[in-house]
């Protein structure tokens, strides 16, 4: 079946831009997490979603950033007043909220550029 | 909070070699560890998990790790080395040890394969 899927790909976005990165998860997954990574570095969490509920935030850098889930399925990954540390790979993975099934399966990202 | 840590950002080994990729873990609870596989712009893959019970896991592509507690060490190995191996690979820890929340991943360790 299909795979979490990822749009855009690639986003350029000059300093002070707002940008949204969406995120369509594997159906029926109820779990959704959003993570950056940096150049050379590991995932850092940034906040997860159950359902339409975000669980937990506590990975957002900064208040410029925001997610939304708002009808449990697709998510947006909003960035205002973008600035260059925000330069990194978003990278979207949902889950089967089961204990025994726990997996969390990844879409391919979207690099962000911002210039 | 739960972290990993990798040693070596580089592994150089020759096909048909042992493949052994370190990863030790810190927690304040029984933790949920996973390694994963990333190529070149792609999203991560789960190579295996370590959850409860059998402490030897094995995984996809011939992979295996082992569980050992005394060590706080969750090690990725491979019998022999295929080229196709050379990618970037993560260890990661469930955020809350209860399996339903983000991960926290190491910084990676980048495989390389010689002919």
């Known amino acids: 079946g299909a795979g979490v899927s990822q749009s855009p790909r690639y986003k350029v976005a000059k300093r002070g831009q707002d940008v949204a990165l969406r995120c369509d998860p594997i159906?029926?997954?109820?779990?959704l997490f959003w993570y950056q990574q940096a150049l050379g570095q590991g995932p850092e969490f940034l906040t997860y979603?159950?359902?339409?509920?975000?669980?937990?935030k506590s990975g957002l850098p900064s208040d410029r950033f925001f997610a939304e889930r708002p009808e449990g399925s697709v998510s947006t990954l909003k960035i205002q007043r973008t600035q260059q540390e925000d330069s990194a790979v978003y990278l979207c993975?949902?889950?089967?909220?089961?204990?025994?099934?726990?997996?969390?399966?990844f879409g391919p990202g979207t690099r962000l550029t911002v210039t | 909070a739960q972290s990993v840590t990798q040693l070596g950002s580089h592994v150089s080994v020759s096909e048909g070699a042992l493949v052994l990729l370190r990863c030790n873990y810190s927690s304040s609870v029984p933790p949920y560890l996973f390694w994963y596989v990333q190529y070149p712009n792609q999203g991560l893959q789960l190579l295996l998990k370590?959850?409860?019970?059998?402490?030897l896991v094995k995984g996809i592509n011939g992979f295996e790790a082992e569980f050992k507690k005394s060590e706080t060490s969750f090690h990725l190995t491979k019998p022999s080395a295929h080229m196709s191996d050379a990618a970037e690979y993560f260890c990661?820890?469930?955020?809350?040890?209860?399996?339903?929340?983000?991960?926290?991943f190491g910084k990676g360790t980048h495989l390389i394969i010689q002919p």
């Open positions: 159906s029926g997954h109820v779990s």
């Open positions: 990661a820890v469930s955020r809350s040890g209860g399996g339903a929340d983000g991960l926290t």
């Open positions: 979603f159950q359902n339409e509920a975000q669980l937990d």
């Open positions: 993975a949902s889950s089967f909220r089961a204990r025994e099934h726990y997996e969390q399966y």
């Open positions: 370590y959850t409860t019970g059998a402490t």
